[in-house]
């Protein structure tokens, strides 16, 4: 194997392991955050290093170094202490492989040979998600009897039984999206939602299938135990279900899982039915064939983009009391001076691009690039629809639950398979 | 109590002594006959005393006029439809031996004669579970008798297993020994409480589990049990009312009016309109405040934290308007025996508006969130049903009793301080279920903002005391020059505001339901015997009523849609 | 003026609202609102800032106890017991000694409040004759370390001085 080779290897390995472990941050912060605002308070906003809060990316920081200090318990009176401390362990490996056959940008042709850009370039595609999610329910039912707590056990039953009557659904919404694409591989999936229909409209997933998207956002909800499906760790009702008796650095491991299964769940969700890592109306060929009007507009865009941040973040960024010296306002200012240095060096680059190396690998690396930052806004905008939905409903009870699975989402599945496939038949 | 109503009591009873007090009438009986005459007062077509308030006792061991007996026992009985109220009094001879018990007629007698034997060791005989209720299970001794030195504390060592009452209750349920050996149906026993994040305080609920539904429940409170009523007794009227203030502490100014009302009411004080229209405001101002926090809470067990701060941010709001009012946030201790502490504040009205207005807005945004959503409505329609008459049976009042279709509202019913020159309108619900108690406490909110503002506009100026010198404190300035102000003071002070000798109910449409006082006064200023009959008390009482054969995830949400507030349920 | 009894009206039976999503919809656009508008203008946070930025203080506030003084700095109070006698919480520990400069016949030689007990009723301050004891300190939190310290005498009450001037005080308060 080349240098090239071994480069793209852990490249795509890191991206496809670290990048997740990355967004945890960033959703528990979206999630905090994003619930405080919605709930017109303020959130965390006290940690900061000399002064600097982050907007309370701070307290992520915090918040890790006092789980790992936490005393860790295990109940004395369990008889199963190795499943103890394997459960969590279960349920944060399981999220973490699940990503590894997510495209995150279009297959990357260097010196004539194809590097498929996913954590492991496997053509399993959506079976292999399948597959994993479903094994991450043994780490929570092994929580819940491991914990020889009632609240635990009742807890990991709800849990097991809930993702059980959910995969059900969710897969059959897959097989009426699989007769319409044709492949199980993402990445031709994504390559199928370029084309466009009726010649405007590109003919995204949520386009083609709205049934079968919304039986997979509320299936996926439910696999991941998002609100309105919480209820396996119903504060209010199980204490904290499955987890009661966990702390420290296993409860962390929980909650991380969590969050990775959240933000896995979300790229799925966009790669099947949002476009994945596609511009819309801008398929990878096309970017590449007018990479330089491509990185002219992005030079453009950039400090326009950036000015607007700043200027947003000037008017916000202080305390809305009387305070000398305000800290805020200089945390402010250290920002934008970082964001116009950002801005620079990112012009920079771009014209070194166009000046010395437009044509050639380069314009495919800037497209990789672009498709990476795309797909990560598309799932973080997924994500935060995620957080939206669960400060606002409040949850099912346990046997509405098994009703919503069974006896609604599953009959109009199968129902969308018959419709589809009789659309397809008939238009071929 | 009119002359018609007396005279057929006078002829159904005809060896009672019947007499009236304030506008109910007192049936003294002899215990014998107690029971008949509170099965006939019940099931007799001119009488129909479908709710039994309360149940108390008195020992009279130190009262100053010599008794029948050391003990004498009362209840309390209403009918709702035409506004009577009748207490049934009997001498009780011998505690030990008892006097029969009167569940079979109301389920309501079951908690209230358990707290009778808890406090004045008084047996019934034939109560199905009689054991303590507000002092813990090692308890020796009955702390109301005047010969309970009150300042002896007992602790509890061991927790109450009450393994025989959930198996009792069990077996009423028709679960047989077998099942409960046979591994594969066993019954599975949790406990949600007292430490448990939907008790808000400390409740135990001791439910039998088959799976998730529950097929037994037995409750424990006493937890936050605080000694009110023996309090009390050694302090003047005026000094028990900030004691009132920590009985519902989410409406504490409510307990504070209904407490004066009731002492006022017997001294036959007629207190300023200013003050009948400011105790009108700030009932419902407070009204408001407890109904967001038991939604705000109830909506939290169910999932949806974010109606809690929508209905919280404004509660928050008000407490601005009470602090600058009263002087403290929670425990105003705003009212005085004929009158008020001091008047509304410049800019008051401005302000009230203002809090208002963000009431309405933020409980609306609640309301969206919450009142077409299906989620709600699977989770609170035709769950937890309370029918009318096992709610009247077991003493339901309030917005509890009202969700089950009894449109009963003392404002409406038995109306006090002007409560009929207003407009409003008093929700009524059909099913008895969560789903009608939880939106009667919305629309409750809207209908006291009405009051509030048609009361603002015809609050008049004037005084906020009756200026009666045995009850009001005399002006700092005639305290401070003359000497009568100053021994005038000194009494009130020292020897309380005296009331004539008696016994008397009276009752206030708290937020909760009605919370009643029933005093004995001994003619000095201090109560001899003060008891408060607790709405949310005889509420919890019928909880497992609601409870069995639905889900712990419905019991979760029950327990906060029938506002629970330990302060109140435990004194 | 009537006081009327209406029925509630139970929602939950028309179609839109049996298919989940767009009642679902709906509320999700309500805490969009709030969303949008806390960000475009995080000073609509309600959010107070302590203890940076204090409560308000009213003079009708009930904080901590002080004894007030006359113009010459003895202490105003007379020893007559009468708040001790009123307190619910029996808090208030007077012990009376003769007076010597004459303003009247007793002063207190000990007056010792218990702040844990105290229950912030303000029935001291409406008992005394003579003024002599207000709680206008506008101090709202009673912390400290240990026990004894918030057990305060008659030096640390007649050093804390009042938090508003006699003209608030006595539209506010008195």
Not at chain 1, 201 to 223: C, R, T, Y
Not at chain 1, 349 to 354: A, D, F, S
Not at chain 2, 284 to 312: K, P, S
């Amino acid at each position: 194997m080349s240098q090239l080779d071994i480069l793209l290897v852990l490249l795509r390995v890191a991206v496809g392991a670290f990048v997740p472990l990355c967004f945890i941050a960033v959703l528990v912060w979206l999630e905090r955050r994003g619930a405080a605002f919605f709930q017109d308070r303020a959130g965390p906003n006290r940690a900061n290093i000399f002064g600097f809060r982050a907007a309370g990316l701070v307290q992520n920081a915090a918040d890790g170094i006092k789980l790992i200090f936490k005393e860790d318990v295990i109940p004395g009176h369990s008889a199963h202490k190795f499943y103890f401390v394997l459960a969590p362990l279960i349920v944060f490996f399981c999220a973490l492989v699940s990503f590894a056959v997510v495209p995150f940008a279009d297959t990357l042709v260097l010196e004539g040979k194809q590097y498929i850009m996913q954590g492991i370039p496997m053509d399993l595609g959506i079976l292999w998600f399948l597959a994993i999610t479903g094994f991450a329910v043994y780490g929570i039912i092994l929580a819940g009897w491991s914990s020889h707590n009632k609240y635990g056990v009742l807890g990991a039953l709800r849990a097991s039984a809930q993702v059980i009557s959910y995969e059900i659904p969710m897969g059959l919404a897959l097989v009426s999206l699989l007769v319409v694409y044709g492949t199980i591989n993402l990445n031709e999936i994504v390559h199928f939602q370029g084309k466009l229909l009726f010649g405007f409209i590109p003919m995204w997933g949520v386009v083609l299938q709205p049934l079968a998207a919304v039986i997979f956002i509320v299936s996926a909800f439910a696999e991941t135990n998002r609100t309105p499906f919480d209820l396996a760790e119903g504060e209010s009702e199980l204490v904290a279900g499955f987890h009661v008796e966990y702390s420290a650095m296993k409860f962390a491991l929980f909650f991380m899982g969590e969050y990775v299964a959240m933000f896995v769940s979300s790229s799925i969700i966009i790669t099947l039915f949002f476009g994945g890592y596609q511009i819309p109306w801008l398929s990878t060929e096309t970017l590449v064939a007018y990479a330089k009007p491509v990185s002219m507009l992005l030079m453009g865009l950039v400090p326009v983009a950036a000015a607007l941040f700043c200027g947003w973040m000037m008017k916000n960024n202080k305390s809305h009391y009387d305070r000398p010296n305000d800290p805020r306002v200089r945390e402010a200012k250290v920002y934008r001076i970082i964001i116009w240095m950002m801005v620079v060096v990112v012009e920079a680059v771009l014209v070194g691009y166009l000046l010395y190396a437009a044509g050639g690998a380069a314009d495919r690396i800037l497209v990789v690039l672009l498709q990476i930052v795309t797909f990560l806004v598309k799932t973080f905008m997924m994500c935060f629809v995620y957080v939206w939905v669960r400060w606002t409903l409040p949850r099912f009870r346990y046997d509405q639950l098994q009703l919503l699975g069974w006896k609604m989402l599953l009959p109009l599945a199968l129902l969308n398979i018959f419709i589809t496939s009789a659309v397809v038949v008939a238009l071929s | 109590m009119n002359a018609t109503a007396l005279e057929k009591l006078q002829a159904a009873f005809p060896e009672a002594t019947i007499s009236t007090v304030l506008d109910s009438a007192v049936i003294a009986v002899q215990p014998e006959r107690l029971i008949e005459t509170l099965s006939h007062l019940k099931n007799d077509k001119d009488f129909k005393f479908s709710l039994l308030l309360d149940v108390t006792a008195i020992d009279y061991l130190e009262y100053p006029v010599a008794q029948e007996a050391r003990f004498a026992l009362v209840y309390t009985l209403r009918n709702w439809q035409k506004n009577m109220v009748v207490q049934v009094r009997t001498p009780v001879h011998d505690p030990d031996a008892g006097v029969p018990t009167a569940t079979h007629l109301w389920d309501s007698a079951n908690w209230g004669e358990r707290e009778v034997y808890d406090q004045y060791g008084i047996r019934f005989i034939g109560h199905p579970d009689l054991r303590r209720i507000l002092n813990h299970w090692q308890f020796k001794g009955h702390p109301l008798r005047k010969d309970y030195p009150i300042k002896l504390g007992q602790i509890c060592y061991e927790t109450d297993s009450m393994e025989k009452e959930i198996r009792a209750r069990l077996a009423l349920k028709g679960v047989s020994q077998s099942t409960m050996q046979d591994i594969n149906t066993e019954i599975m026993f949790l406990n949600l409480g007292p430490s448990h994040p939907v008790t808000h305080g400390a409740i135990r609920i001791l439910t039998a589990l088959d799976g998730e539904t529950i097929v037994a429940n037995v409750n424990e409170i006493g937890y936050l049990h605080r000694g009110f009523e023996k309090t009390a007794e050694n302090l003047t009227y005026n000094q028990v009312i900030p004691l009132t203030d920590r009985l519902n502490y989410c409406s504490a100014l409510m307990n504070n009016i209904a407490y004066v009302k009731a002492v006022e009411s017997w001294l036959g004080i007629e207190i300023t309109e200013r003050t009948k229209f400011m105790r009108v405001v700030m009932s419902e101002f407070f009204r408001i405040q407890d109904h967001l926090v038991c939604i705000a809470a109830n909506l939290v067990d169910m999932g949806g934290l974010t109606n809690y701060w929508y209905l919280y941010n404004e509660k928050e709001a008000s407490y601005d308007l009470i602090s600058r009012l009263t002087g403290a946030r929670l425990t105003s201790s705003f009212t005085r025996i004929g009158g008020m502490y001091r008047d509304f504040y410049e800019g008051w009205e401005a302000d009230m508006e203002n809090h208002i207005k963000n009431i309405e807005k933020g409980v609306s945004d609640s309301y969206k969130l919450v009142a077409q959503n299906r989620i709600v409505h699977d989770r609170t329609q035709g769950v937890c049903v309370m029918s009318k008459d096992l709610a009247l049976s077991y003493g339901f009042t309030g917005p509890c009793l009202r969700a089950s279709g009894v449109p009963f509202d003392l404002r409406k019913d038995a109306p006090y301080y002007n409560y009929d020159a207003f407009d409003f309108e008093v929700p009524v619900g059909t099913k008895g279920d969560l789903y009608d108690r939880l939106m009667i406490r919305y629309e409750e909110i809207f209908q006291s903002i009405k009051i509030i503002r048609q009361a603002m506009k015809m609050i008049p100026e004037g005084p906020i005391f009756v200026s009666d010198h045995r009850v009001a404190l005399p002006p700092k300035s005639q305290v401070y020059g003359k000497i009568e102000g100053l021994a005038n003071h000194f009494k009130l002070i020292f020897e309380g505001v005296k009331t004539p000798p008696g016994e008397w109910y009276d009752s206030f449409e708290a937020a909760n339901g009605e919370l009643g006082f029933h005093f004995v006064s001994d003619g000095s200023g201090r109560p001899y015997k003060v008891k408060v009959r607790p709405p949310c008390f005889y509420i919890m009482g019928g909880f497992h009523e609601m409870v069995e054969g639905s889900m712990i995830a419905d019991a979760v949400i029950n327990l906060g849609c029938i506002n629970i507030i330990g302060g109140e349920l435990d004194r | 003026m009537s006081v009327t009894v209406k029925i509630m009206e139970r929602k939950g039976s028309s179609f839109l609202e049996k298919i989940y999503l767009f009642e679902i919809f709906k509320g999700m656009r309500v805490t969009l609102g709030h969303l949008w508008r806390n960000l475009c203008d995080n000073s609509r946070l309600y959010v107070r800032h302590y203890p940076e930025v204090k409560p308000e203080i009213t003079p009708r506030w009930r904080g901590r106890h002080r004894l007030t003084t006359h113009e010459d700095g003895t202490v105003k109070c007379v020893a007559c017991f009468m708040c001790q006698t009123n307190c619910p919480a029996k808090c208030i520990m007077i012990e009376a000694g003769e007076r010597m400069d004459g303003k009247s016949e007793k002063v207190p030689v000990r007056f010792d409040i218990d702040l844990l007990e105290c229950i912030y009723c303000g029935y001291c301050v409406e008992a005394c004759p003579m003024d002599a004891i207000r709680m206008d300190t506008g101090i709202f939190s009673v912390t400290s370390y240990d026990r004894e310290s918030v057990f305060v005498g008659i030096d640390e009450l007649l050093a804390t001085k009042g938090a508003f001037d006699e003209e608030e005080y006595k539209k506010g308060g008195a």
